[in-house]
């Protein structure tokens, strides 16, 4: 065996001789010389790899050559891909939450690949400043007196945080003590923004005497935390903004709000409830709200927050501001899909996030059918399609519990298992993602996009052209 297997080893062929193969040579024209070498290199290691657990292994030169040209193109494309989001969860933080309306994108276009007036005055030919593009916009959406924008929500909720509470005690919630996932922990976020923070109440259940009772003169802010990412049921209470924001009014305290996920319309028509609007918490009385602008808002990464004028202007002056601020691509592209936001039917329409949300089941069974029509004409005759009711949810730690109804298509492929299936679709140029249910392989129709439909259709063939090479 350890003689066959040495034998073998010699047969492998050498990279000096290799070079000048056509095959290898014709790819040196189009590749940095060694970037080549380097493939060439690592696919000899893989076969040496191979052949140690399995002396029989194929040196057949046609395959060595495949592997180097897909090495090379592996190497060749970018990290950071598109890839076809078949998971039916629309605001996926794992998959870049908001996909842009066009608006956004041609605001990002225009603004990326030339001068703009970021930090100019137009008007007087003076420093002007960037956050002054959109304050008017929010404020006019929201009905907030100011607004400030920042890179995310995070940065929204320290930023609101150290300056409205930095030496002094936060009050809140025991049930609203959130991890919102990648260590943003409400916790560890007051420690950093210098508050002390003091819980009050209990898990399950949390009266507005609890705060009154945990006021001191240390008290600076009474801070409501959004429980975006999970539910608590049964036997339980919260105290209300309203009522803190009372509260708060009686004690000469600020009262802020972590929303989350931020919502700038009413969503109830849609059959998605339980989620107020900025404008609705703002009437509840809370002075300060932070939200996000990529979650159900459907904007760029950024974080918003709208309040009152004598809570946000401190905040323009903070120190911290310099090192939170949003960059002039992720301002383009917010204020375009803010501006959208003026004609409520057309911000329903034009931002991908809300019009994926707001589908009808009798909508999402006919981009079901015209999906998998498409999809027919290119996909050899092996595989199979097959159109299932199922349901779909919000993501971006909006609405845990919310599930809508949606129309989920099954792939199948003969002999091949759904979890081969996901994997080549992983694998190819443009990489589809879907989720296995119940032995099957689905993907949703609710968040396949217009845009996605003919790489969708090729990278489907190639995921039944790599299954149908490793036969069963
Ligand atoms: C998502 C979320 C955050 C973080 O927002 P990012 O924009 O991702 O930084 C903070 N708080 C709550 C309640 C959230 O849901």
Not at 194 to 205: D, Q, S
């Amino acid at each position: 065996m350890a003689v066959a297997a040495r034998n073998v080893m010699k047969e492998i062929p050498k990279v000096d001789r290799m070079l000048c193969w056509p095959e290898i040579a014709a790819l040196l024209d189009k590749h940095p010389r060694p970037e080549v070498l380097s493939a060439v290199r690592c696919v000899l290691e893989l076969v040496r790899e191979e052949i140690r657990h399995n002396p029989d292994a194929s040196l057949e030169s046609g395959r060595i050559i495949s592997l180097i040209v897909a090495e090379l193109a592996s190497r060749s494309r970018a990290s950071l891909r598109a890839v076809v989001n078949g998971t039916g969860v629309v605001v996926h933080t794992n998959l870049g939450r908001s996909p842009l309306a066009d608006e956004a994108e041609r605001a990002l276009q225009t603004i990326s690949t030339g001068y703009s007036n970021l930090e100019f005055d137009l008007s007087t030919g003076e420093r002007g400043t960037r956050y002054d593009h959109v304050e008017g916009l929010i404020c006019e959406l929201t009905g907030a007196e100011a607004a400030l924008v920042v890179n995310n929500n995070a940065a929204a909720v320290i930023l609101a945080l150290s300056s409205l509470a930095q030496g002094g005690e936060v009050i809140v919630s025991r049930g609203e003590l959130v991890e919102i996932g990648g260590s943003f922990r409400i916790p560890d976020v007051m420690r950093q923004s210098g508050a002390i923070l003091v819980e009050v109440g209990t898990t399950n259940r949390t009266h507005i005497r609890d705060f009154q009772a945990a006021i001191t003169d240390a008290t600076a802010l009474l801070l409501k935390v959004h429980t975006s990412n999970f539910a608590i049921v049964g036997f339980t209470a919260e105290a209300s903004l309203a009522e803190m924001a009372a509260l708060g009014q009686e004690a000469g305290r600020p009262v802020m709000l972590d929303a989350g996920s931020g919502c700038l319309i009413d969503l109830t028509p849609y059959g998605i409830t339980g989620e107020p609007t900025i404008s609705r918490y703002l009437d509840a009385g809370a002075d300060v709200v932070t939200f996000s602008g990529d979650k159900l808002l459907g904007g760029p990464q950024a974080g918003l927050i709208a309040g009152k004028r004598s809570f946000i202007d401190p905040m323009k002056r903070h120190p911290l501001l310099r090192a939170l601020r949003m960059d002039k691509l992720c301002l383009a592209a917010l204020e375009a899909t803010l501006r959208l936001y003026r004609d409520e039917r057309r911000a329903l329409l034009a931002i991908p996030t809300l019009r994926m949300l707001t589908m009808t089941a009798e909508q999402l069974s006919r981009r079901a059918d015209v999906i998998i029509r498409r999809l027919r004409r290119t996909l050899p005759d092996t595989a199979s399609l097959l159109k299932h009711p199922g349901e779909s949810s919000a993501g971006g730690g909006a609405f845990p519990l919310l599930q809508l109804p949606t129309s989920l298509i099954e792939f199948k492929m003969a002999g091949h298992s759904p979890q081969k299936i996901e994997a080549a679709l992983r694998r190819a140029a443009t990489p589809v993602i879907g989720r296995i249910h119940r032995d099957r392989f689905l993907l949703d129709a609710r968040t396949v996009m217009d845009r996605d439909l003919s790489v969708l259709a090729q990278s489907m063939a190639e995921a039944c052209a790599c299954l149908a090479k490793e036969q069963p």
